[in-house]
């Protein structure tokens, strides 16, 4: 085996609202830079392969896996994880808020993506019906099946009353 | 992951001259959802990797002037999707990459990375071998070249660019007037997994009720994406009926060569085909399938 030279890239973006820089090797994940380098854990690993939504991070807005995007990719941009969603220390999203009225989780561990994903779904879709959430939140798994609750509390967020609830 | 040496290419020019000096050692990544992955697999374990993101002359949608469409390469699947110009061309064109794994995804993945990726289950080539594209493929040194949809793929997970080749774009022409679109995907076990069998038809019925133009490409159904020629000859120029539509579907099952897999055995996806192609060309032509 021939020697294979590896690169290293200072890459500048913002994080949250604040500016990050950061020299990285061009194999480190996005979602590995979060939690093991700048020590965000809030945004989670499940699967490792982009099907489970845990690791759901926001990049320049769109909904992206932090486990399938290499942290060079993000040089320029501008990355919202579940660290910076809500509005200040005292305060939260709405979307936060629901999950906890509405009982929008069990255990947790999908809770940052999923309220990453519906983050970018009201971002672009302020009263999205049952069906449009359903198609949306269909990348964001969550294995302990508390999917109505997490509908619920999105349609909370978005100010939509249901007479049944 | 195994590390690598990494570059962002500015240009179409500087992608292929990093490309030719590194040969088959390079990979290009475009949204990196399947690169990524058969590295940390380790199935693939590139000494060079060319970054294409920052390339201008790689996006955009646009329709051209005789009424085509033309895709650049790093179009994400969501941009497609949800592309005014794209709609316009056939609505079930953007509705096609709807059913591609989840928003997420499709918000990464792009069209260039899926066809060079070659998947056969993947959805995008049985919807453009149904519409007649072209790929357009740019070569280091100069030169370009235009590959038929249906001729890209030579095997499972094989194409016919060559170590100097990049694609830059896809290229649809204009829809024969009067014909439609449909793409099916079977999706027997969860709505984002890859299909079990897809067909994807392009359809023109003339005044009579005769077939003046069809083209129908498969996903999922062989180790590559297929047209289904022998039931397009069999439809051309004849009644659209019930019974002409069921005996030409019948015919798929002789076209395709399906592996068995997780999602059906090949007997399974034989007669899965079947069933989806008659029922796919019966929605456009406006008849009940028999099947």
Known sequence: MHFRPVSVHQISFELNGKTVERSVGPEVLMADLLRDDIGLTGTKIGCSIGVCGACSILVDGTLMSGCLLPAIMVDGRSVTTIEGIAPSEDELSPLQDAFIRKGGFQCGICTSGQIIAATALLAQNAKPTREEIKEWMMGNLCRCTGYYKIIDSIEAAAGIERANV | ?291
């Open chain 2, 1 to 291: 992951m195994r590390t690598f040496d990494y570059t962002a290419a500015a240009s179409i020019d500087e992608a292929l001259a990093a490309l030719k000096e590194y040969g088959d050692e390079a990979e290009f990544i475009a949204g990196g959802t399947s690169l990524i992955l058969l590295m940390q697999q380790g199935l693939v374990q590139p000494a060079k990797v060319i970054g294409l993101g920052n390339i201008k002359e790689l996006r955009g949608i646009k329709r051209t002037a005789d009424g085509g469409l033309e895709v650049g390469a790093m179009t994400t699947h969501r941009q497609l999707e949800t592309s005014p110009e794209a709609f316009a061309y056939a609505a079930a064109l953007p509705q096609s990459l709807g059913v591609i794994a989840t928003i997420r995804i499709r918000n990464q993945a792009t069209l260039g990375g899926n066809l060079v990726h070659a998947d056969p289950a993947q959805d995008p080539p049985p919807v453009l071998i149904a519409l007649d594209a072209t790929v357009d493929v740019v070569k280091a040194g100069g030169g370009a070249r235009a590959i038929p949809m249906e001729a890209f793929f030579t095997d499972f997970f094989e194409t016919v660019l060559g170590d100097n080749e990049l694609v830059r774009s896809v290229k649809i022409p204009p829809m024969p007037s009067g014909s439609r679109l449909a793409y099916k995907k079977f999706l027997p076990r969860t709505a984002d997994d890859y299909a079990t069998v897809s067909v994807a038809v392009r359809l023109g019925v003339d005044a009579d009720g005769r077939c003046k133009d069809i083209r129908i490409g498969l996903g999922a159904l062989a180790v590559t994406p297929l047209r289904a020629k022998a039931v397009e000859s069999a439809l051309l120029g004849q009644k659209l009926t019930e019974q002409s539509i069921k005996d030409a579907a019948a015919l798929v099952r002789d076209v395709v060569d399906p592996l068995d897999d997780v999602r059906g055995s090949a007997g399974y996806k034989r007669e899965m085909a079947r069933v989806w192609t008659e029922r796919t060309i019966a929605s456009l032509a406006g008849v009940k399938a028999k099947a």
